[in-house]
């Protein structure tokens, strides 16, 4: 059966640990479907933590823009784990892509999946008003791309200190 | 009968969508008690937004200050929606005005009105604490006038990705 | 019975006068371990308020740091309110220690405790990622600590506008 489901949170609120163990859940191997780029030290640390906690049981595809392409690729072949929206709305926006005509575009593609698709999203809209132009518009398209995504799931998780509260 | 209803959330969480929905389930025409203060062209932008999403059932008051008067001019009238608090707040301490009294105030009329009041509120008070005082005091503010405001309301709702999660 | 409680929320969010409530519940007198430093008048200002609401029926104890002492000194004498693990980390950030080993021990002291512990804590990874590179560490430190004592705690509350939302 097809589901789409999405945990959104905080940083380290155990969004991608919660949303692996539902991927799991749903069969293996799973494809993971990352969006992450090794731009500085930083990031490519934070991408070697996370591939070390996954196991044998997960095929990744790297898919920094082309998040279509690689739900295209994996269909019918087992659940895929998208991580994250966030990171790919980065992606978009600092390549100067069209986010909204992506996001609607993913967003449509959901209901004809034939293996589930679980995404992590972040939260990035519950601290002060930035006072930079550009981060008051990356956190007003993230919180329009998450409603999309969220509009169309099964299943909606909010991650707090690792535990996951349900929304929908 | 009277209700009082807070809707809370992050930046582009829904929360307005929400509160309008819920607002005119409750009785047409509609108030719309608008905080909002075309200060540039990002707040005229949004503020149009906002407006081409409303449509002919609600009517519309700008009070940028003195929503107490603004109650007290639609109470019998019908339900009215008040969006947003944190705007509300931002226009008081700009203005030099005493937040916490005009807050106490809006408090104390609430058990006194006769048609519903539905609030739209901001949470900003979750990410890194910010450097800039005026920003922390702010923060403080924004959570002690939402605390207020729950504690008088009928029903409470943290909106999360477009969807709403039953506080009270 | 031995029962360990994680209030976590944003700023203003009530967490603490929450956690108040339910340590007293638990028994009297109780213990409070402080682990805020008076830094500055903000700081100092802060924490009287937090004084003025706290009767006489707490002890208070200053654990800017050693919240393990605190926690050992106490046992067997009632239930213990710690406020805050977000402040603890700052400190121990702040003066180079180790704050992974110092989180780790106290998530092990945890199952050891006789008289019951509940834990304040701060959101702080719901906003615009940081543009700071320790402002970034530390949220993700911050994250990561919430996670072990919610993994260790028998109840998770997240508190909004006032309000506890069970997580656990």
Known sequence: MHKTILITGGARSGKSRIAEGMTLQMGQPAHYIATAEAWDDEMRARIAEHQARRGPEWITHAAPLDVMGALAATDGKGPRLV???????????????????????????????????????????????????????????????NQWIAAEADEVIFAVSGLPMKVK
């Open 83 to 145: 991580d994250c929206l966030t990171l790919w709305l980065t992606n978009l926006m600092l390549g100067n892509h069209d986010w909204r005509a992506a996001g609607q575009e993913l967003r449509a593609a959901l209901p004809r999946q034939s293996s589930p698709v679980v995404f992590v999203s972040n939260e990035v809209g519950m601290g002060i008003v930035p006072e930079n132009a550009l981060a008051r518009a990356f956190r007003d398209a993230a919180g329009t791309l």
